[in-house]
């Protein structure tokens, strides 16, 4: 018996003591990327895990978000650019300014700052530089580009564009412009509308054409054109019928089409890409024939 309490003695000894408040007490936040329990694996893995967790999403949400703010960032350029000129045409009172109305229109819809489009038209008004100009060119398969231009410098510019057109299957092409009309553009959502419903409701809203044709998001839409001047009749006369504008101006129309295979609307896309990116750009008008969910 004395042997065997002699061995229990002994056991207690070697037994090692847990400290209670190392089971339950974090170290100060500074300690976190070294913490003193590194050796025990339970902690370290836990710890390990939160903190690799959040720096993949980090890097994710910067993948994702940075792309996302750069295209939001031109996008905007674009816009105070196109107020510029609708102010140059109009003036700066969107009442007296159709044009400007439905671009501002088109600002808030995207969600730009209304600082930035109060910004944008005291520039315009202000602004003594710069010139608007159109450049006509021809693109892969023979579409037809028509590209808006505002610059302090227009000669650069043209050589800018020249460049993207020769790199990217293009060309000058004058006379361009006459193979498009400018006319009064009215989108609106187009989902579970019928074709029939669709030639009605541009009847009854007095427009003179409508088309299919698809947002950035492949949503559909329907396209209703009309004489410049009923622009602002059309719309609401559309929204008289329960629909849902998503923006009214003025646009350049094709009168004819140019139907590209598969090749050739990919290179015409890169094109159209590179010319939008440049800065000097404002928007591009093309007549290439679009296809609606894989049917012309």
């Known amino acids: 018996m004395a042997g065997a309490a002699a061995v229990l003695r002994a056991l207690r000894t070697l037994r090692p003591r847990t400290p209670a408040a190392t089971s339950f ?25 939160a903190l690799c967790a959040g720096h993949n999403k980090w890097s994710k949400v910067k993948n994702i978000k940075g792309p996302k703010d750069e295209a939001r960032s031109r996008m905007f350029k674009k816009f105070s650019m196109m107020i510029r000129i609708a102010v140059k045409e109009g003036g700066p009172n969107p009442d ?29 008004e202000k602004a003594k530089g710069g010139s608007q100009h159109m450049y006509e060119a021809r693109g892969p ?16 510019s043209q050589q800018d564009i020249k460049r993207l057109l020769n790199k990217n299957g293009g060309m000058p092409s004058d006379g361009a412009r006459h193979n498009f ?22 009847i009854e809203a ?25 622009v602002k009749k059309v719309r609401a006369s559309l929204e008289g019928l329960g629909m849902q504008i998503t ?21 015409a896309s890169t094109l159209i ?6 800065p000097d750009v404002v928007r591009l008008w093309d007549n290439i024939q679009k296809f609606i969910n894989n049917r012309p």
């Open 25 to 49: 007490v974090l170290p100060p936040a500074s300690c976190l990327l070294y913490p003193p329990w590194r050796d025990s694996p339970v902690r370290t893995l836990q710890l390990c895990s």
């Open 96 to 124: 007296m300014n159709i044009n400007l109305a439905h671009i501002l229109e088109q600002c808030k819809s995207r969600n730009m700052p209304k600082a930035s489009i109060e910004s944008a038209i005291k520039s315009a």
């Open 141 to 156: 398969g023979g579409c037809l580009l028509l590209i808006e231009l505002l610059t302090d410098n227009y000669s650069r």
């Open 181 to 202: 009309n400018r006319k009064g553009v009215v989108l609106v959502q187009g989902q579970n509308i019928s074709t029939e419903r669709a030639l009605e409701l541009a």
């Open 206 to 230: 007095g427009a003179e054409d409508v088309q299919e044709t698809e947002d950035e998001d492949e949503q559909p839409l329907l396209q209703f054109t009309c004489d410049i001047m009923d």
């Open 247 to 267: 923006s009214a101006g003025l646009e350049f129309v094709p009168r004819t089409v140019a139907s590209l295979d598969q090749n050739q609307l990919d290179a």
């Open 273 to 278: 890409e590179a010319l939008n990116d440049c």
